[in-house]
């Protein structure tokens, strides 16, 4: 079988390793894992299984594989890193086409997409894998390949799939060169320690300029210019090299088939028949269909009915052996009991374990709520499942009197948000509002009694609604969460994005030409003037040259205000919003004109104001009507009168009375959706 | 579907209907004013007759009217079957009275005197009518058709709706109107030697390219020749009208809605100055000049229409005698209130059926073809629920000045009071401090500043009627 060495596994088997024996192995793990092979061959001489595997884009394919016939020095595990539309996920083709993993037929489309969003959008949203065989020098390998999302948002996933790694082609489009995320995925990579292969791509472009981006990558990250390889993924230039030079200079994981089980599980996807199919990296011993694992996170145990490989669907195995990556069905039907980080060992042999990851925290929040009511349970379930396969959305439930029942659902975002939700229409058939995002504030509060009782002993509370934002007088300062930014523009445009900058409230951190013409800025933001329109409008000051990525940058103090929308002198508490003092009469002119824009005239004026504590900022009056009577009502006129106004009245029903007036949903929806 | 009825019911009904109605013709003769029966509830056993005349000889460009240019052959033809209908509905309907005529189109001045002649003789035929009964036309003021007036009126007709629609000789071009405006301001003179203060006025006004000012002139200038009623309609651009295929493409444009009403404004109070009462929202009259005919519609009385496309509003008293021969026929059985099936013998009076909604097939030649074949053109009948006519009586009473009457009301409500529904509701309450209603004891009107805004006061009432339904 192949054998699949969890690319991540490894790494961190790495990290064990240099834990347990300094200075002997640190830094070289495949020294290591050389060194078991040769003294344990027997273990790899296993009875042969064969499996099929039918589902592979309707072609019948039998594959027979060892697992047994890999030991650790031939197994690579090595993920692609690139900015969006690099060419990752077309390299990745090619790379399972040579391998004979998927036919050569030419209508492979980013085989590893397999979410319709990921092919429209062209991006990667969840990690794959995929395990290939490559006869090099005559010798058989079994290469790894942890496809990693390609967003900023994703970067917590990014770090997972590193994390079974212990090299990276690092992609660059050799006519754009390097752009924001090639820089952020270059620092994930590299703070790993992992070998980094530098990859231009797309030279069979017209305007490809593999010098100058070479040069580039030399000047930034200190990567040999000549080391680069130069390729085409889509007409298949320079792939053989690539496989060279992941069997040369990336090394081989370090792992031991003496010591007992430890298999990291490091993502997993949910399954309905079957539960949880967690994909595991083996990092010592090995792993049988019905074997007991113990995970050491919750002390339970599972029974294992399923072992296998990616390739790149699900292909059972049996086995997994020592430095191999693949998946394990071991009846976890609850997702929360493959929690991502945990280790599993057989029962009554524990390992130390794993250090696991952080749970991914959500940054930008926003509500959703079932156009129609009726779809609501229709809704929960499709959120239920969609969060089964992404446990970095967090969910809360939410109501509001203007959009009824709904949830208010977290996540790391933007484009996190944004696949969301497509995903829900796309794949749930869901019809949702999305409420524009905010950001999670904090208040540091003042030691007084009340607070005391409000809020316990906690001096410091998160803010996620507006309503419960606490008036200033108990409120030693507020914090907003900011970001790190990340610009990558040719220079002609720098002026605009550094206005468009500082009107974002940004504090000037770094500015470094990349070559004659491109600028790398680096910009403190504050998330909550990031999250609105700054990507798009970024892109549109600069004819779309510029790109942006963001790492979170902790919470700064800031001059927050709740900004309160009345009609005829109520407050509507769900139009509320906290914004930034001087970011206040700004907004309050924009929701007071959508409201403007979308409350009919009807009986009664209608005043809408935009106020921060009693300070009118900002009003509009939608004046009352000065006629509404259709001129002709005889016999055979009341029919027809009678459907308008009884169709009038339903609408009127539907609208929600504040005091006399009747507000439309569509005038809440205009202030709340994005 | 009609054609699929067996030979053998339609004979039937035909035997029916003549059996009724010279049971009814024997019985007529002796009755005078107590001409209803103490077995129902006078308001089941009167009713006024709108008469459809579906011709025209040019299709203007406002209407989106059921109206088909003339042909000489269908006058006689359509005559006759008029006159058929007639006695089909009014026997059904069991009707004892008929308090007044209105002969509508279409244009019914194009046609020949004599089908005046023959309605009017076969409803005093049937039914009680009283020799001063309104007899209204509705009349184009072109020269050909001024001719007929004095033939008219000695076929009975006693007032008469001049089409006047505006003074100005280009809107009346846009119009797609075939008089000039000296040929109408005639007309009308000549109408008011012949009808004197029994003739109307009906005019429009937010026309294209219309301002304010010759709004105001042209007024000043009708106000010289007009009579003592005059109505007062908004244009609206209809679908399916060549006015709105013109605003669709851009060629033209109607004043706003804030210009249109102030000019509805203006037009209000310089009738108010000359005198003319707005008794409802498109109708203004001297004292004792009001339409009797349209204030029986927005009062709730009972309605029987016959011709192409004619609705009515009546208790089918009689329609057991009679198979159902209607194209189509709608039940609505939402229950409302306690109201609302068969009531036997409430207040010592026998039970009698909903009241329906009646509608005539809509082309002429489909229309005469049935009711020669079938003795009625009756193409839709859904009965009514008791708040659907409530909602009725809501709408029409919001448009007029008197406003609704509490006893009308009663009248369908089955008990439960005018009082009861809105007279304690916080909205109404709402509406009346704004000044927009009145409550008194008899009635629940709009002000005048309610007036204007009327659809909107009703789409409020209309929601207060249905919370209250569904809180019982």
Redesign the interface.
């Known amino acids: 079988m192949p054998e699949m060495f969890s690319v991540k596994a490894i790494f961190a088997c790495a990290r064990f390793t240099k834990h347990l024996s300094p200075g002997k192995h640190a830094g070289f793990p495949w020294l290591y894992c050389g060194h078991w092979i040769n003294n344990e061959p027997r273990n790899f001489q296993r009875s042969r299984n064969y499996f099929t595997c039918s589902k592979l884009h309707s072609q019948e394919k039998k594959v027979c594989v060892d697992m047994g016939e890999f030991p650790v020095e031939n197994i690579r595990n090595f993920s692609i890193i690139a900015h969006v539309d690099h060419g990752k996920s077309t390299l990745a083709d090619r790379l399972l086409e040579i391998a004979g993993v998927i036919s050569k037929k030419g209508d492979n489309q980013q085989v590893l997409d397999t979410l319709q969003v990921e092919r429209e959008r062209g991006i990667t949203v969840k990690a794959q894998t995929s395990s290939l065989f490559y006869t090099y020098k005559g010798t058989k390998y079994l290469l790894n390949l942890i496809d990693t999302p390609g967003h900023v948002d994703f970067n917590y996933e990014v770090s997972r799939s590193l994390a079974a790694c212990q090299g990276v082609l690092l992609l660059v489009d050799a006519n754009q060169g390097v752009q924001a995320q090639t820089v952020a995925n270059f620092y994930l990579a590299f703070e790993a320690e992992l070998s980094i292969i530098p990859v231009l791509n797309k030279i069979d472009l017209k305007n490809a300029d593999p010098d100058g981006v070479a040069s580039q990558l030399e000047n930034l990250f200190d990567l040999k210019e000549e080391e680069c390889l130069r390729i085409s993924a889509k007409t298949g230039v320079g792939i053989q090299d690539v496989f060279e030079s992941i069997i040369l200079k990336v090394p081989p994981p370090a792992s031991s088939p003496t010591k007992p089980l430890k298999a990291f599980l490091f993502d997993s996807t949910y399954d309905q028949y079957r539960g949880a199919i967690a994909n595991v990296a083996i990092i010592d011993g090995s792993i049988s269909k019905g074997d007991k694992i113990t995970s050491a996170f919750s002390g339970k145990t599972f029974d294992v009915s399923e072992v296998g490989i990616m390739y790149p669907d699900r292909v059972p195995t049996g086995q997994l052996y020592s430095g191999q990556v693949g998946y394990v069905i071991a009846g976890m039907y609850n997702i929360k009991e493959a929690n991502i980080g945990d280790t599993f060992h057989h029962p009554g042999q524990p390992t130390e374990p794993m250090p696991g990851f952080k749970a991914a925290k959500p940054m930008v929040f926003a509500g959703m709520y079932p156009i129609d009511q009726s779809e609501y349970v229709s809704l929960r379930s499709a959120i239920d499942r969609l969060t089964l396969n992404d446990s970095s959305v967090s969910v809360s439930i939410d109501s509001s009197p203007a959009l009824g029942q709904g949830w208010r659902l977290g996540f790391l975002g933007l484009l996190h948000m944004d696949v969301f939700n497509q995903r829900l229409e796309q794949e749930y058939n869901a019809n949702v509002i999305v409420t524009s995002p905010s950001v999670p504030y904090k208040a540091v509060l003042k030691e007084t009694k009340l607070n005391k009782q409000d809020y316990g002993d906690t001096d410091e509370i998160t803010i996620n609604n507006p309503a419960l934002f606490p008036d200033i007088s108990r409120v030693e300062k507020y914090l907003e969460p900011m970001i790190m930014a990340t610009i990558i523009t040719p220079d002609e445009y720098i002026g605009k994005v550094i206005n468009l900058c500082i009107e974002k409230r940004c504090e000037h951190v770094e500015h470094t030409y990349i070559d004659q013409k491109r600028v790398l800025l680096k910009y403190r933001l504050p998330l909550n003037e990031v999250i609105i329109d700054f990507f798009d409008r970024l892109k549109s000051i600069s004819s779309g040259y510029a790109s942006f990525d963001y790492e979170d940058n902790g919470f700064e103090p800031a001059d927050l205000v709740k900004l309160n929308i009345l009609l005829n002198g109520k407050v509507v508490e769900e139009l509320s919003t906290v914004v930034h003092r001087d970011k206040a009469r700004e907004v309050g002119k924009h929701i007071c004109t959508r409201l403007y824009d979308t409350i009919p005239r009807?009986?009664?004026e209608v005043a809408i104001q935009a106020t921060v504590g009693s300070k009118v900022l900002a009003r509009e009056t939608v004046r009352p009507?000065?006629?509404?009577?259709?001129?002709?009502?005889?016999?055979?006129d009341?029919?027809r009168?009678?459907k308008l106004?009884?169709r009038?009245?339903e609408g009127?029903?539907r609208m929600r009375k504040l005091g006399?007036i009747d507000v439309p949903k569509e005038a809440f929806i205009s202030v709340l959706k994005r | 579907m009609l054609s699929s009825m067996p030979i053998i019911i339609r004979n039937v009904c035909a035997n029916y209907m003549k059996a009724e109605l010279s049971i009814l013709h024997s019985n007529f003769s002796s009755m005078h004013s107590d001409v209803v029966s103490e077995k129902y509830p006078s308001f089941v056993q009167e009713a006024v007759l709108?008469v459809?005349w579906p011709f025209c000889k040019r299709r203007c460009t406002y209407c989106n009217f059921n109206k088909y240019i003339e042909s000489e052959e269908q006058n006689k033809e359509m005559t006759n079957c008029l006159v058929n209908e007639l006695q089909t509905l009014l026997s059904i309907s069991g009707i004892k009275k008929i308090n007044s005529i209105f002969f509508?189109g279409g244009t019914p001045s194009l046609a020949d005197p004599d089908m005046f002649e023959r309605i009017i003789n076969e409803v005093t035929k049937h039914v009680y009518m009283s020799s001063d009964a309104e007899i209204s036309m509705e009349a184009n003021p072109t020269a050909l058709e001024a001719e007929k007036l004095v033939s008219f009126k000695s076929a009975g007709v006693n007032r008469i709706s001049v089409g006047l629609q505006a003074l100005d000789q280009r809107d009346l071009n846009i119009l797609g109107r075939d008089h000039s405006v000296k040929e109408s301001i005639s007309v009308l003179h000549q109408a008011k030697r012949l009808f004197p203060g029994c003739t109307s006025i009906d005019l429009m006004f937010a026309r294209p390219g219309q301002t304010t000012s010759s709004w105001v002139k042209e007024l000043e200038e009708i106000l010289k020749h007009a009579d003592d009623h005059i109505s007062?309609?908004?244009?609206?651009l209809e679908r399916g009208t060549e006015l709105f295929n013109w605003y669709q493409k851009g060629e033209m444009s109607v004043p706003e809605?804030?210009v249109?009403?102030?000019m509805?404004?203006d037009a209000v109070c310089m009738l108010a100055e000359a005198g003319y009462d707005r008794y409802e929202?498109?109708n203004f009259a001297r004292p004792g000049a009001q339409s009797q005919h349209?204030q029986a519609?927005?009062s709730g009385t009972q309605?029987i229409?016959i011709g192409p496309?004619?609705?009515?509003?009546f208790v089918p008293l009689n329609q057991h005698m009679y198979p159902d021969t209607s194209v189509q026929r709608v039940t609505d059985n939402h229950s409302m209130m306690k109201i609302d099936e068969k009531v036997s013998f409430k207040n010592g009076y026998l039970t009698y059926p909903p009241r329906e909604?009646r509608?005539q097939t809509l082309e002429p030649s489909p229309w005469m073809k049935e009711v020669i074949k079938y003795g009625h053109g009756t193409r839709r009948r859904v009965k009514q629920s008791t708040k659907?006519i409530l909602?009725?009586i809501i709408?029409?009473g919001m448009?007029t000045k008197v406003g609704i009457s509490s006893k009308v009301w009663s009248e369908y409500s089955n008990g439960v009071s005018l009082r009861e529904i809105f007279y304690e509701n916080e909205l109404v309450k709402?509406?009346e401090s704004?000044e927009?209603v009145e409550l008194t004891d008899g009635y629940l009107r709009p002000t005048k500043s309610g007036?204007?805004?009327?659809?909107?006061?009703?789409?409020?009432l209309?929601?207060v009627l249905?919370k209250y339904c569904q809180d019982k």
């Open positions: 009807q009986l009664y009507l000065k006629k509404n009577v259709l001129a002709k009502c005889y016999g055979g009341i029919s009168k009678m106004l009884k009038q009245a009127k029903k006399n | 709108y459809h509508g007062l309609y908004q244009l609206t809605s804030d249109s009403a102030e509805y404004k929202v498109s349209n519609y927005w309605y229409g496309g004619a609705h009515g509003r909604a509608i659907e909602q009725e709408m029409l448009r709402i509406l704004n927009l007036l204007t805004v009327a659809d909107s006061v009703t789409a409020e209309i929601l249905d």
